[in-house]
């Protein structure tokens, strides 16, 4: 029904599109895009997942169409890295095997870019609390609260 | 889980969504936040034929005191609602509920005035909005008129307002400054839905309670004031704790569900009720 053009930044690159207003944009991203580091596990805002930044703020991308980002700034976990340079929070993840499968680990980097740029120093209890919004099987949480707390503390 | 198709109405103005809504009626479904609403078109319990995008609608977003009240615009996003310092001095009782709100990421896209319109039973903040003595003002192309939150909530996913209605804004009569208040709830998961949850506000004068609100939320169908259980605090100090809880236990018929049965439910009552009013006490 009613094709609509939308135009958006992702990841600093302009991005001219038609869509279906239906189109999630996580659908948007991946399938359209081909940015298929966002990942989509549960579809109803549960999982986390699919977590990006949308003007800034972390979102889930399953829960926004893509013609509600239309004359926005959308930033997926591709962004994140400066070139080859990884991002501080990337690399905490590395160094304290804050992953295993990786499937939640996209939404999860994103969420916690947004905390640690609202509050630069987020006490344990403040992660854990960001972290319950995010499902992640195989780590047990605990080397990502190090990863994000390593951050936090440099 | 994919939304089946829908037309989509992005208005720019008020006047311009009203007037959607005038003509489509019970077949659109107004997108504020999308937190709740996009799920259910995931999972197509919904299938609108039109979609009412209003996050571009402009005016929609102030957050301000006026005359002893906060005036919400229905497009304050969660995270901005907690995180206001005009809501955490005025409104402390609401500032608590905030964290139980979704999470992190969902507050962040989440409204104020969405939560209210869908709701949702286990949503903390129709509770707070009933327990603080608030409002909606709703509008249609008919004109506009304040619902008190006492006639707001009918039953499950069920408001006061009309299929061509929007809900522009809440209205919250800011608290004294010396009422406590306490938010109490327990959810299996941290921001999952609540199996209960109590709201406690009290002024307590000379050492005793002047004036007491008790709210209960996610055991029966709607949002609901204990008067009895709050009465019996009055005068009296947080040794009627028990006595308050035990009357909350009582007014209640909540239903067996798949993760609390009803006797469970209340027994949660009186226990969270105690607790809160404990907790507002000290």
Redesign the interface.
């Known amino acids: ?2 094709l ?1 053009e939308i135009e958006l930044r992702v990841n600093d690159r302009r991005v001219r599109e038609t869509v ?3 189109l ?1 944009l996580s ?1 948007f991203l991946r399938h359209t895009l081909g940015l298929t580091g966002t990942h989509v596990g549960c ?3 549960v999982c ?1 997942a699919c ?1 990006v930044r949308l003007d800034g ?4 991308s ?4 893509a ?2 980002a239309d004359g926005s700034a959308v930033e997926t976990v591709e962004g994140l890295a400066r070139g080859r340079e990884l991002h501080p929070l990337q690399r905490a993840f590395h160094e304290e095997h804050a992953l295993q499968c990786g499937f939640c680990t996209p939404g999860i980097l994103m ?1 916690a870019a ?2 640690l740029e609202r509050d630069g120093t987020p006490s344990r209890e403040t992660i854990v ?2 972290l ?2 995010h499902l992640c099987r195989c780590t047990g949480y605990e080397p990502i609260v190090e990863a994000i707390a390593k951050v936090a503390n440099r | ?8 109405e ?1 208005p720019e103005t008020i006047e311009e969504a009203l007037a959607v809504l005038a003509v489509h009626g019970d077949e659109a479904k107004v ?1 504020a936040g ?2 709740s609403l ?2 259910m ?3 197509r319990l919904l299938r609108p034929s039109v ?1 009412v ?1 209003v ?1 571009r609608v402009p005016g929609l977003d102030g957050l301000r005191a006026d005359n002893g009240e906060i005036r919400v615009g229905a497009l304050v996003r969660q ?1 901005a609602f907690g995180g206001s310092r005009l809501v955490r001095e005025r409104l402390p009782l609401a500032a608590s509920c905030v ?1 139980y709100v ?5 507050r ?2 989440g409204t104020v005035g969405g939560s209210i319109a869908h709701a949702d039973v286990s949503a903390e903040l129709p509770l707070a909005l009933l327990v603080q003595g608030g409002s909606a003002v709703v509008a249609s192309t008919r004109g506009r008129r304040e619902i008190p939150a006492e006639e707001l909530f009918l039953t499950h996913f069920t408001t006061a307002l009309a299929p061509d209605e929007l809900l522009v804004e809440t209205v919250w009569p800011a608290s004294e400054p010396e009422t406590r208040t306490a938010w109490v709830e327990l959810a299996q ?3 999952d839905y609540a199996l209960a949850m109590v709201a406690c506000t009290l002024r307590v004068e000379g050492g005793l309670v002047a004036e007491a609100r008790i709210g209960l939320g996610s055991v029966v169908d709607r949002p609901s004031l204990v008067p009895e259980a709050a009465e019996a605090l009055v005068r009296r100090g947080v040794d009627a704790a028990p006595e308050a809880a035990v009357l909350a236990a009582r007014s209640v018929e909540p239903y067996d569900n798949l993760h609390a049965s009803a006797r469970y439910q209340r027994h949660l009552v009186r226990v969270l009720v105690e607790r809160a009013v404990r907790q507002a006490w000290a």
């Open positions: 029904m009613g609509r279906e207003p239906r999630l659908d579809e109803h805002g986390g977590t703020d972390s979102v889930r399953c829960l926004l169409l013609v509600q969420a947004d905390l609390d960001m319950s919004g | 889980m994919k939304p089946a198709p829908f037309a989509y992005r997108l999308g937190q996009v799920p078109l995931n999972m979609v995008d996050n995270a964290p979704g999470h992190f990421v969902t962040n896209r998961r941290r921001g």
